[in-house]
């Protein structure tokens, strides 16, 4: 588990003085704010933040540093971290996402399917996007109880019974 995690990333400017449109990975969206000063992936950068408003998919907010559209503009795409201590304790079903990627996923009886890549959330659930050997491209497994029993972040894998026909026999 790396001591920092991504809670969201700046999806350019908003207006023209400075403000951005920040995507939040928090539940609840605004509990970001909490977790400040965020720094860049690099920890190049740190920002306070101050909360604005609400955007079409993302809040609005105010960057220590950030004085106008084009220094907003730059940091598109910028991922912001906040050091793993202040964010709050998880009950033991929840997950941070990043703490997810990079797991090897197991089948039921022990083998390997692949890796976890990245977990996109569409609105209807969590998906793990799981590469590896056999496969042609990347495959979305349900991230539920019954789709993946099993999570061991300690040992480095979950299992997985997934929906027959997802993955390829082996």
Same mark, same amino acid.
């Given at each position: ?7 969201? +990333? ?13 995507? !939040?990975?928090?539940? *609840?969206?605004?509990?970001? +704010? ?10 190049? /950068? !740190?920002?306070?933040?101050? #909360?604005?408003?609400? +955007?079409?998919?993302? #809040? ?12 907003? =503009?730059? %940091? /598109? ?5 906040? *050091?793993? $201590? /202040?964010?709050?304790?998880? !009950?033991? $079903?929840?997950?941070?996402? +990043? $703490? ?5 996923? %197991? =089948?039921?009886?022990?083998?390997? %399917?692949?890796?976890? /890549? ?7 659930? =969590? ?13 979305? %497994? *349900? ?13 480095? !894998?979950?299992?997985? =019974?997934? *929906? ?7």
């Amino acid at each position: 588990m790396s001591e920092r995690v991504c809670v969201g +990333a700046l999806a350019g400017a908003f207006g023209v003085r400075g403000e951005v449109r920040l995507k !939040s990975f928090c539940a *609840p969206a605004e509990a970001i +704010a909490d977790y400040a000063p965020l720094s860049t992936e690099d920890g190049g /950068r !740190s920002f306070s933040v101050r #909360l604005t408003g609400q +955007a079409k998919g993302a #809040l609005t907010a105010r960057l220590d540093g950030v004085a106008n559209k084009e220094a907003a =503009d730059a %940091l /598109r795409g910028t991922r912001l971290y906040a *050091p793993r $201590d /202040r964010l709050p304790a998880l !009950s033991e $079903d929840e997950f941070y996402h +990043a $703490d997810l990627i990079g797991l090897n996923v %197991l =089948d039921t009886g022990g083998k390997i %399917l692949g890796k976890i /890549r990245a977990v996109h959330d569409h609105g209807a659930g =969590d998906l793990l996007e799981v590469h590896g050997p056999g496969l042609r491209g990347t495959v979305l %497994l *349900p991230f539920t109880k019954e789709v993946v029993p099993t999570v061991d972040i300690a040992g480095g !894998s979950i299992v997985a =019974d997934p *929906p027959e026909g997802l993955f390829p026999d082996g």
